[in-house]
């Protein structure tokens, strides 16, 4: 399974929503400190850009000469229609400081230095070490999946229902009377997680590996086929 700081990474970098929260009294609001673009720095810093006539860069200025905490929320939305559709979250935390002269006009990069960071999503909660946290790489996969996972949703649905004659007893004993509907949940190096429900309210999912992670879509293609190949046996 991918690590939590491999899960973590891989939020941070994603195109999943983002909000940067500054605590105190007098805090910009939230709906103001969504970050136009952010990255990852070598030492495992983030660098968010955001409008220079912020108030999260204007309370990041005025702080300069104090530790200015913050913390980085990513919130991560299954790309496909499901039930239970938010797939998990993250926080990175840490002291944030402005960063002149690596923006465009009329925007402004906030260094945010790296304290700690923690994941909450489909594989469980954990914290991540700052070390952990810049020594992973995110999942090669991950500029991808969204299109992947629209793809084998609307082009490949019975195949995918046709997975879950691999669970063998565990699928038969939970949805005796209909089949359940199967969804593409979320696409890692590692396999494919599908959730089956028999209504909204009755969910479970399932996890199918791949026989070796993959490096990339070419490798996935050649993965997929042969978890197809399998399930039509």
């Known amino acids: 399974m991918p690590s939590a700081a491999e899960r973590t990474r891989t939020l941070v970098q994603s195109t999943c929503s983002a909000v ?7 805090a910009p609001a939230s709906d103001h400190l969504m970050p136009l673009t952010r990255s990852v720095g070598p030492d495992g810093d983030l660098f968010l850009e955001l409008p220079a006539d912020s108030l ?31 797939r998990g979250r993250a926080w990175v935390s840490g002291w944030l400081t402005t960063v002149p002269g690596l923006s465009g006009p009329g925007r402004m990069t906030l260094r945010l230095e790296t304290g700690e960071a923690y994941v909450d999503d489909l594989w469980g909660a954990e914290e991540v070490e700052p070390e952990e946290f810049r020594d992973a790489l995110p999942d090669p996969l991950a500029g991808h999946e969204a299109e992947l996972l629209q793809h084998l949703h609307t082009a490949h649905g019975e195949q995918l229902a046709a997975l879950c004659g691999l669970l063998g007893e565990r699928a038969a004993g939970r949805c005796p009377s209909h089949l359940p509907a199967v969804v593409p949940l979320a696409l890692d190096r590692y396999g494919l997680r599908l959730r089956l429900c028999e209504d909204r ?29 399998a399930a039509a046996s």
């Open 20 to 26: 940067l929260l500054i605590p105190g009294p007098n």
């Open 56 to 86: 999260a860069v204007r309370t990041a200025a005025h702080a300069e000469d104090d530790e200015l905490t913050a913390v980085l929320e990513i919130t991560d939305v299954a790309p496909v229609s499901v039930p239970h559709r938010i």
């Open 201 to 229: 309210s009755r969910c479970y999912d399932a996890r199918f590996e791949f026989p070796a992670p993959v490096r990339d879509v070419t490798e996935l293609r050649d993965a997929m086929h042969t978890l197809f190949a």
